[in-house]
């Protein structure tokens, strides 16, 4: 899809670049309750080991996944989201420039594009299919200071759509903690999730002060994150959420795999083991807190 080399650049250097494997992973154990992928891209297409929504959908409920957040990050993607989620009740979408791209289209194109990207995104957000606003935010790493002024006036578009709308706002923060949350809060924005969380334990304090969802996906079970496993040591059940990100950031013991929302499970029993629960514990309240943010998945 069109925006796969942006999603691939975005995550060179933090734990995946292409799948180094080219099959999935085997399926794991099935969770005895049942939870929410709240963040995965199933548009994008990774040559001969493209899973179909369809497979993705049943691998994922034969281990207890029952709905799938399916994100948006430009405008094609965010309209085959709402495509794909009138299609599968199980499937949820969110609409969303994402923040690497504002600045590419405001510095290649113009300034106006992005305003009419932006509009665009704001129309889409409208319909019903949509559940949050995203992924957007502000990405320090890819984009550097010509761009940035760029990505934070998307950014704070974002957040007065999913404001005016009351849906949540979808988070994207690399190397930029401490403006995505000047931003977030000048902004008055209500609905906070901080996708594919990235953080530290003093960065999650932070945010759950303010009511705001920490969203952890595979890489909270990488060696090199201990940052990640202790955020999640002091953030409440009432505030967590988790995510694939697929088909990135596969969890261990299969890094380097293609992800899909059926490895689920992996991540939850380290989220689990540093919260200090049982993994059905966090199972249930991952599913709570997703329906609450983005209604029921049937």
Known sequence: MNNKDNELRARKDFGVTES????????????????????CHLDIEDEDIFMSVKDSVNKAKAVGIIGIVQVGVDVPSSKWAIKTAKEFSNIHATVAIHPNDAPVIALEK????????????????????????????????????????????????????????????????????????????EEKAQRVIFHCYSGDKEFAQELVKRGWYLSFAGTCTFKNAQNLRDAL???????????????????????????????????????????????????NATRLNAEKLFGKFE
């Open 20 to 39: 180094k494997k080219r099959e999935y992973p085997p399926l794991p154990t099935k969770l005895t309750t049942t939870t929410i992928d709240a963040h």
């Open 110 to 185: 113009s300034e106006q594009a992005l305003d009419e990207a932006i509009a665009e995104i704001a129309e889409l957000a409208k319909d019903d299919a949509v559940r949050a606003i995203g992924e957007t935010g502000v990405d320090f790493f890819r984009t550097g200071e010509a761009g940035r002024q760029y990505q934070e006036k998307s950014f704070r578009a974002h957040i007065q759509i999913a404001n005016k709308l009351n849906k949540p706002v979808m988070v994207h923060d690399r190397d930029a903690h401490a403006a995505a949350l000047k931003i977030l809060d």
């Open 233 to 283: 040591s002091v953030t409440p059940l009432e505030n967590v959420l988790v995510e694939t990100d697929a088909p990135f950031l596969t969890p261990m013991p299969y890094r380097g795999y293609p992800n899909a929302s059926y490895m689920i499970p992996l991540t939850l029993a380290t989220m689990a083991r540093e919260m200090n629960v049982d993994i059905d514990t966090v199972a």
